[in-house]
């Protein structure tokens, strides 16, 4: 007869998911020690409904509700790394950083774990509410969530070192442009269903901004308004 399992064992048993997830990243490329130090850190099991619970670190996009998606590990690997690999060494955190799309929370808690002082902002109350309660247990103070269409920013909180947007727009709002400092970096997925690409887009000066394009992407649409 096999003991009751400990309590934890359920940490346990996803402490082991999380770090075969962490050697996938490591095979699939991802080097920043950052970026795996925080995804090896922060449960993504804990963002998802308890059903897909025993899926969490498998490397898909899973269904949050409202036809929205956790976005995959490895992309949200992929955005941290790009953004930390654009900021100096000598600086090295994220500083005061900007999500567009909050979704169950799961990013803008990596964002947190990377040093931030991170406002996410979520246009669907229901998902802002959940990624709330989310969140809560996880005690991040650096932390601010914010219910609104991320189009407008969020004025009063800027200007940011760092914007990341997980939703694809035709075109970069120029709200988000005006919000970056100087210097400062902004990655978001850019173009329609099929055609998206990342835009690493870096301030130089008050009227100057240039932008790379990155790797191809498969983002969910960048809405207007909030619901
Ligand atoms: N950051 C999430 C990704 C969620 S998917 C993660 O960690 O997995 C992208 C999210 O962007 C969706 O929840 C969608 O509702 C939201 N979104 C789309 N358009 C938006 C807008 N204009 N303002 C704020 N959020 C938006």
């Given at each position: 007869?096999?003991?009751?399992?400990?309590?934890?064992?359920?940490g346990l048993?996803s402490d082991?998911?999380r770090?075969?997830?962490?050697?996938g990243l490591?095979?699939?490329?991802?080097?920043d020690?950052?970026v795996l130090?925080?995804?090896a850190?922060v449960p993504?099991?804990?963002?998802v409904e308890?059903?897909?619970?025993?899926r969490?670190?498998e490397d898909?996009?899973?269904p949050?509700?409202h036809?929205?998606t956790i976005s995959?590990?490895?992309?949200?690997?992929?955005?941290l790394?790009?953004?930390l690999?654009?900021?100096?060494?000598q600086?090295?955190?994220?500083?005061?950083?900007?999500e567009?799309?909050?979704?169950?929370?799961?990013q803008?808690?990596?964002?947190?774990?990377?040093?931030?002082?991170?406002?996410?902002?979520e246009?669907?109350?229901?998902?802002?509410?959940?990624?709330r309660?989310r969140?809560?247990?996880?005690?991040?103070?650096s932390?601010?969530?914010?219910?609104?269409?991320g189009?407008?920013?969020?004025?009063?909180e800027?200007?940011?070192d760092?914007?990341?947007?997980?939703a694809?727009g035709?075109?970069?709002?120029?709200d988000?442009l005006?919000?970056?400092?100087?210097?400062?970096?902004?990655?978001?997925?850019?173009?329609?269903g099929?055609?998206q690409?990342l835009h690493?887009?870096?301030?130089?000066?008050?009227?100057?901004?240039e932008?790379?394009?990155?790797?191809a992407?498969r983002?969910?649409?960048?809405?207007?308004g909030?619901?």
């Amino acid at each position: 007869v096999r003991p009751p399992s400990p309590p934890g064992g359920l940490g346990l048993v996803s402490d082991c998911a999380r770090a075969r997830m962490i050697a996938g990243l490591r095979a699939a490329g991802v080097r920043d020690p950052a970026v795996l130090e925080a995804m090896a850190r922060v449960p993504r099991h804990h963002f998802v409904e308890p059903a897909l619970a025993s899926r969490a670190y498998e490397d898909v996009a899973l269904p949050i509700g409202h036809g929205q998606t956790i976005s995959r590990p490895g992309t949200v690997a992929r955005m941290l790394e790009i953004l930390l690999a654009s900021i100096p060494p000598q600086q090295r955190a994220l500083a005061r950083a900007l999500e567009i799309g909050t979704g169950c929370g799961y990013q803008a808690a990596l964002m947190a774990a990377l040093g931030g002082e991170v406002v996410s902002i979520e246009r669907v109350r229901g998902l802002h509410e959940t990624a709330r309660e989310r969140l809560r247990p996880l005690r991040l103070s650096s932390l601010r969530l914010m219910f609104g269409d991320g189009h407008l920013g969020a004025p009063n909180e800027a200007p940011f070192d760092a914007i990341i947007l997980a939703a694809a727009g035709p075109r970069i709002p120029e709200d988000l442009l005006s919000q970056m400092k100087i210097p400062a970096r902004l990655l978001a997925p850019v173009g329609d269903g099929e055609r998206q690409a990342l835009h690493l887009v870096e301030r130089t000066g008050d009227e100057t901004w240039e932008l790379t394009i990155l790797d191809a992407a498969r983002f969910v649409p960048l809405r207007n308004g909030t619901t």
